[in-house]
């Protein structure tokens, strides 16, 4: 039985003092949740204030992005092991909006991925396609080479630590989400590509977020699919009551 997962990115958006905020009512919404993982992947520079506020509480505290190397002169990069100093568990890594705004190609994503893996820190691997992809019939073609690309190199043992995000481009804050079935056949793609390269148990093991305009109001037809284990969730992470609606939905 896979456990629910649900994270909120929440992008370039709070400072300090309204993060730290927004955990505190987190912290007291989600207190009694049982059985759902809870995190939030803040902006780098607010990390280490909330990695504080969430300590000792249910929620767990991911990064947005990370460099390769793990110290040097990279100017303006944040490593991994800076990421797990000061307390992270999860990193979003190949976030469709560092593929096509920053241009991340899928290997410096691996490299990424496989770095967070050597530093022990858990790979939030996001894939999804355009919508001219999908239009012109390229979506299993365009995941597919997405989810490959990114494990490379990556073990059946360390597949236990990766978290795959299937977030369509199209539904990514733009109001428009995937229907439940549109999203549950690319979540089975997913599972099936990973069953064949490593195996059935880790392809059933393996937990896969949907991403892209998740509310409260359409989390729980999502949810309750049968290969869809939990929401990457960006706009609705930024207040309490919709984030943690979201989260009694995964309990449900
Ligand atoms: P929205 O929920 O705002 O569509 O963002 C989804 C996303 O990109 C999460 O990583």
Redo the contacts with the bound molecule.
């Keep these: 039985m896979r456990k629910p997962f649900i994270?909120?990115?929440w992008?370039m958006n709070m400072l300090v003092d309204t993060g730290k905020g927004l955990v505190a009512q987190l912290k007291d919404r989600v207190r009694d949740v049982k059985g759902v993982e809870i995190a939030i992947?803040p902006p780098a520079v607010l990390l280490p204030a909330i990695c504080e506020e969430a300590k000792g509480s249910n929620i767990r505290v991911g990064a947005q992005n990370m460099y390769h190397e793990n110290s040097g002169a990279f100017t303006g990069e944040v490593s991994g092991a800076m990421l797990k100093s000061i307390g992270c568990t999860y990193v979003?890594l190949g976030?469709?909006?560092r593929r096509h705004i920053f241009g991340e190609p899928d290997g410096l994503i691996n490299a990424k991925v496989n770095a967070a893996l050597a530093i022990g820190l858990k790979p939030i691997l996001?894939v999804g396609e355009k919508l001219e992809q999908r239009e012109a019939g390229r979506t299993e073609d365009v995941v597919g080479l997405q989810v490959v690309a990114g494990l490379y190199g990556v073990t059946a043992q360390q597949m236990e630590d990766v978290v795959i995000?299937y977030?369509p481009v199209w539904?990514?804050?733009?109001?428009k989400?995937a229907t439940p079935s549109q999203a549950e056949e690319v979540h089975q793609l997913i599972r099936g590509l990973v069953t064949e390269t490593y195996g059935e148990e880790v392809g059933q093991s393996l937990r896969i977020q949907y991403?892209?305009?998740?509310?409260p109001d359409n989390a729980r037809g999502l949810l309750g699919l049968a290969d869809i284990d939990g929401?990457?969730?960006?706009?609705?992470?930024l207040e309490a009551e919709p984030f943690s609606k979201i989260v009694m939905a995964a309990v449900e």
């Design positions: 994270a909120g990115n992008k992947c979003i976030h469709s909006e996001c995000a977030e539904a990514i804050g733009t109001g989400t991403g892209g305009s998740v509310k929401a990457l969730v960006g706009g609705a992470s």
